[in-house]
């Protein structure tokens, strides 16, 4: 499921690198930076709150976007 987020990644990587290269070696770090803290702040959030590394897990609410397994099987 992480390819397509790969394939991307390299993509505009080599693009910037090759179309924009004063950018690329101006910004690379710092936009590898937010990412990366953008990640890990997301991670610390799902952890703590809906996944219940804190002792009590959350269960998400079943909607139109996120169906009850029990009632529409999307994996058959």
Known sequence: MWWPGFIIGLYTQWWVRTRKPRWYMKYNYLTSAALDGGSSIIYFILNFAVFGASGNAVSFP????????????VGE
């Open 62 to 73: 079943t909607w139109w976007g996120n169906p009850d397994p029990t009632v529409l099987s």
